[in-house]
């Protein structure tokens, strides 16, 4: 039959200092008999061992499509090999908010730490990285786009994927799984979304809910509308 089906599929892998999530999104187009696997991951954040891992899982798996929802750099010390081992493979990468702050040569990540604790050793963090980035890598990670945009719009499945690293309104804004379903249609139907994906919670989750887009058609009744997102797990 005609439509479409939106699914996740998530896996992880752990290297030395800390977990790496990732996830695919499948899109089912049933009225071409088409299996699309979309793969995305967020928040690499300097850890080269669990990037090549991720990457060398991904070969395996053939997904059509690859994207990073940022933060390419920050606390762990490989951010320089982190940015060229992307920029080689070419894979469409979104500015995290560390990446806007090390782009701009700031002392400020835009990040959220809540104890005198946290704050010190951010500041360690962003100094050690803003003291090794190189100067390319550097302009690489300021020029990084805040949201990428995949229009699906082939009749009967019609879907607007939009990705962004906090929020479609801010790239540090923090959207946990908690926050009321009413104010997550606000943000899709501000952003004229059918599925968002973002990172910046490192907590790996997804909504699922009915929503319509303002201005799209009415999707079949087969099909589902995915709020999802999957990032590093700290």
Same mark, same amino acid.
Request: hydrophobic letters at 40%; one cysteine or more.
């Given at each position: 039959?005609?439509?479409?089906?939106?699914?996740?599929?998530?896996?992880?892998?752990?290297?030395? /200092?800390?977990?790496?999530?990732?996830? /695919?999104?499948?899109?089912?187009?049933?009225?071409?008999d088409?299996l699309?696997?979309?793969a995305? %991951?967020?928040?690499?954040h300097?850890?080269?061992? $669990?990037?090549?891992?991720?990457?060398?899982?991904?070969?395996?798996?053939?997904?059509?499509?690859? %994207?990073?929802?940022?933060?390419?750099?920050?606390?762990?010390? /490989?951010?320089?090999?982190?940015?060229?081992?992307?920029?080689?493979?070419?894979?469409?990468t979104?500015?995290g908010?560390?990446?806007?702050g090390?782009?701009?040569?700031?002392?400020?990540?835009?990040?959220?730490?809540?104890?005198?604790?946290?704050?010190?050793?951010?500041?360690?963090?962003?100094? %050690?990285?803003n003291?090794?980035i190189?100067?390319?890598?550097?302009?690489?990670?300021?020029?990084?786009?805040?949201?990428?945009?995949?229009?699906f719009?082939?009749?009967p499945c019609?879907?607007?994927l939009?990705?962004?690293?906090?929020?479609?309104?801010?790239?540090?804004?923090?959207l946990?799984?908690?926050?009321?379903?009413?104010?997550?249609?606000?943000?899709?139907?501000?952003?004229?979304?059918?599925?968002?994906?973002f990172g910046?919670?490192h907590k790996?989750?997804?909504?699922? %809910? $009915?929503?319509?887009?303002?201005?799209?058609?009415?999707?079949?009744?087969?099909?589902?509308?995915?709020?999802?997102?999957? $990032?590093?797990?700290?």
């Amino acid at each position: 039959g005609s439509g479409c089906c939106v699914g996740t599929v998530s896996g992880a892998a752990r290297s030395g /200092w800390r977990r790496f999530a990732y996830a /695919w999104l499948i899109l089912l187009l049933a009225e071409f008999d088409l299996l699309m696997t979309i793969a995305f %991951f967020s928040d690499v954040h300097g850890n080269l061992p $669990a990037l090549e891992a991720v990457l060398s899982d991904l070969e395996q798996r053939r997904s059509d499509m690859i %994207f990073c929802l940022g933060d390419l750099v920050g606390y762990a010390p /490989w951010p320089n090999e982190v940015v060229n081992e992307v920029r080689r493979r070419g894979i469409p990468t979104l500015a995290g908010n560390y990446d806007q702050g090390i782009g701009l040569a700031s002392d400020n990540c835009g990040c959220a730490y809540k104890t005198d604790t946290e704050k010190e050793l951010g500041a360690q963090s962003i100094a %050690f990285t803003n003291q090794v980035i190189g100067a390319e890598e550097r302009r690489y990670l300021r020029c990084l786009p805040k949201h990428l945009r995949v229009d699906f719009q082939d009749e009967p499945c019609t879907l607007s994927l939009l990705m962004v690293h906090g929020s479609p309104r801010k790239i540090n804004e923090y959207l946990f799984e908690d926050r009321p379903e009413a104010s997550f249609r606000r943000v899709l139907e501000d952003a004229g979304a059918d599925i968002l994906l973002f990172g910046h919670t490192h907590k790996p989750y997804h909504r699922t %809910f $009915a929503y319509r887009a303002r201005g799209s058609d009415p999707l079949p009744a087969r099909a589902q509308h995915r709020l999802g997102r999957q $990032a590093q797990g700290r």
